[in-house]
């Protein structure tokens, strides 16, 4: 069975052609490896595993197998560590098969400089705030007919208030559209109510005792309204505030909410998606977004088979042909696929 991710969601919304290419095309053609993936990941794994490798002076130089995941005590040491991540990063890729698709040939080195920038100010940043409840917490939750799966970054309660917050790297300025629709946060909500009505020990954890019977799982909370939903924006701790060139002030901390309402929004664009799928109807859409993206080279390749009668894969089976237009297209209109079951509610506009 498919699993939704907030990856494949993204994916979807991005563009149907680079959802088909990533997770239905028989060849599976292999995603380039984007800078920004691979910056993205260190940057999480640096906040995932903070509290596991802080230690005292003594504790970082010590040579005894009891500190040896102790790597730094202070921002400076914190910096340091991650830019030797770095630079391990770039000489392994130095000899990988599948190379880093990097902007230019001086990206790697600017990344590398401009760490510091971010290291410094994060390290007192997450010492204030102390650790999460949960980090990197997997959700698989199964409603519907369909599996979704989730790992939230972390998971924190601050004044009874419960905090759900995603990490991102890349540009700190994020509009108001991503800000209070961006599907990723919706399936985290909904991953979370879901398990919190599931898990008994975990609801009594969060204090969620009377809604996990009262109104999770659709009576009448699909998402709860009242969970704070944050994105984290690592970068805006590097922004030059004293540059001419900064108009607005990117904030480290976005919050937001999410309703039922974005949560139908969500499935009937899982359910576009899917019957897009279904019936073939999938096609490039082309445009300023394909110069970055994961997937720009197998996609230029299958430009050289449009119009072919038909596509076989490497085994010898028959495949879809997504890009001819239907208008030319030979074969009967897809029928309706009566295994599609229906919701139990249904969507509000």
């Known amino acids: 069975m498919f699993k939704w991710t907030a990856s ?4 979807a919304n991005y563009c149907i052609f680079r959802f088909w290419l990533r ?17 993205g990941s260190l940057s999480h794994d640096l906040i995932e595993n903070f509290w596991k490798r802080i230690g005292t002076p003594e504790e970082v130089a010590s040579t005894s197998k009891k500190f040896k995941d ?5 921002a400076e040491s914190f910096s340091k560590y991650a830019k030797g991540k770095w630079t391990s990063i770039i000489m392994a890729d130095e000899k990988a098969e599948n190379k880093i698709h990097w902007k230019d040939k001086d990206e790697k080195w600017f990344i590398r400089a401009n760490l510091p920038k971010i290291c410094e100010p994060l390290f007192p940043f997450l010492q204030d705030e102390g650790p999460p409840l949960f980090s990197e917490f997997a959700i698989d939750v199964y409603l519907n007919g369909r599996y979704y799966h989730g790992r939230m970054d972390e998971i ?4 009874n208030k419960i905090i759900i917050r995603d990490w991102k790297s890349g540009n ?8 209070k629709h961006d599907p990723q946060l919706t399936l985290y909500n909904f991953l979370f109510c879901s398990h919190a009505n599931k898990n008994k020990e975990f609801a009594e954890k969060l204090g969620l005792e009377e809604k996990i019977t009262e109104q999770y799982m659709g009576n009448p909370l699909y998402v709860d309204p009242d969970i704070e939903l944050q994105f984290g924006m690592i970068e805006a701790l590097s922004i030059n505030l004293d540059s ?13 909410a999410r309703t039922n309402e974005n949560f139908f929004e969500l499935v009937k664009m899982i359910d576009g998606s899917e019957k897009s799928v279904r019936t073939g109807n999938v096609y490039a859409e082309r445009g300023r977004k394909c110069d970055y993206c994961d997937m720009s080279v197998a996609c230029d390749k299958k430009l050289n088979e449009v119009g072919s009668e038909i596509f076989v894969d490497k085994k010898g089976q028959y495949f879809m ?3 001819k237009p239907s208008f030319i297209k030979k074969e009967e209109p897809p029928k309706k696929d009566k295994s599609q079951k229906r919701f139990n509610f249904r969507y509000k506009l």
């Not at 700190?172 to 800000?179: D, R």
């Open 321 to 323: 042909d997504f890009a």
């Open 244 to 256: 001419p060139k900064i108009k607005t002030i990117p904030e480290l901390v976005r919050k937001t």
């Open 8 to 11: 494949k969601i993204n994916a």
């Open 23 to 39: 997770y239905f095309d028989p060849l599976k053609p292999e995603p380039l490896r984007l800078s920004a993936y691979v910056k």
């Open 156 to 159: 924190r309660k601050r004044e």
């Open 172 to 179: 700190p300025w994020i509009g108001e559209m991503k800000l």
């Open 70 to 74: 102790k790597k730094y005590f202070d």
